[in-house]
């Protein structure tokens, strides 16, 4: 549900000018909601980026978000699973 | 977990009966300048709130479609936590809420110049919303208007 929230929300800012990327935890979800851009963890719920107490995860899944504001390739509904190794 | 056959049975079973909202169009706003220029906010549906406001509530029937602003300034060690789902484990989130409410990281990050500044709209929901009629009616567009209004350019989003 969490998942769906977050894109539902992702799109009207997207509609409003604004650009996003959603974390999703289930790949399923963002396959049947599409929100416009979707970055995939392999993480269990309630563990979107990665691990307590441990900044250097949580920036690489959030540079991993960063990077996909700044490719100018991808196009709606755009979805990136991320690799931590 | 990426897969649903990592789920509970009955859970897996929900969310393959469950009937999704599709984003049909999908709406797409590319960046138009760069990171280092833009104003970023901070989206979780982790449930959080500050001390001084309402927490969010349970009872509501599909879920509480509300939203609070958390201030980019705000001290993180000071959020409270009304999330009560079973789906998952709260322990990660309630030792480190930058887990799902990463605002150290953004602050780190426009201290080193990734990104430009961090937003005052800063917005924190509850996410175990089955009937997301009113988040899609009232509470997005009131949640953008306030991040239109605080000039935001870009919107990281986090589910737990």
Known sequence: MCNQAVSLVAAELERQGIATVVVQLLKYVAEQVRPPRALVVPFPHGYPLGSPGDPGRQHEVIDAMLRMLEDSSLTPPALVEYDPE | MATLSELPLRWQLFLRTYRWRTIDPVPWTPLRKPLSECRAALVSSAGFSLPDQQPFDESIRGG???????????????????????????????????????????????????????????????????APGRLVQKTAPAAAALLVKDQVDLALLVPV
């Open chain 2, 64 to 130: 509480d479609f509300s939203f609070r602003m958390i201030p980019g300034d705000s001290d993180v060690r000071r959020l409270a936590n009304s999330q009560r789902s079973e789906l998952f484990d709260h322990r990660g989130m309630l030792e480190d809420p930058n887990l799902a409410f990463p605002l150290d990281r953004l602050r780190e990050l426009v201290a080193r110049g990734r990104l430009g500044s961090l937003a005052t709209a800063n917005l924190s929901f509850m996410g175990s919303i089955t």
